[in-house]
């Protein structure tokens, strides 16, 4: 099992800048990781990918403004945030691209003037 602590959430205003952080309790180096995030009232949905090898994916919605990374010696993946909208105020998440591991706690983000 592997459990994750998401950080790095906040009020921003539109156009504002976060960079997430999702820590893992042991090594995600082998894993596909991946942000989500789900919105009131919504399903959670898939952000970004990242592979092993760093080949990186993402939603159509965020593509060109967010960026996915990985550093595996400190068992941690970072999404960095610019251009933020309203639309993207959510919680979000970090977990394998299969979504394989409890969910933990999430961060909040949350977009508003």
């Known amino acids: 099992q592997v459990q994750f602590v998401e950080s790095g959430g906040g009020l921003v205003q539109p156009g504002g800048s976060l960079r997430l952080s999702c820590a893992a309790s042991?090594?995600?180096?082998?894993?596909?990781m991946a942000w989500y995030r789900q919105a009131p009232g919504k399903q959670r949905d898939l952000v970004a990918s990242i592979t092993p090898r760093g080949s990186t994916n993402y939603a159509d919605s965020v593509k060109v403004r967010f960026t996915i990374s990985r550093d595996n010696t400190k068992n941690t993946i970072y999404l960095q945030m610019n251009s933020l909208k309203p639309e993207d105020t959510a919680v979000y998440y970090c977990n394998t691209g299969l979504k394989t591991f409890s969910w933990g706690q999430g961060a909040q983000v949350t977009v508003s003037s």
């Open positions: 042991r090594s995600i180096s082998i894993y596909t």
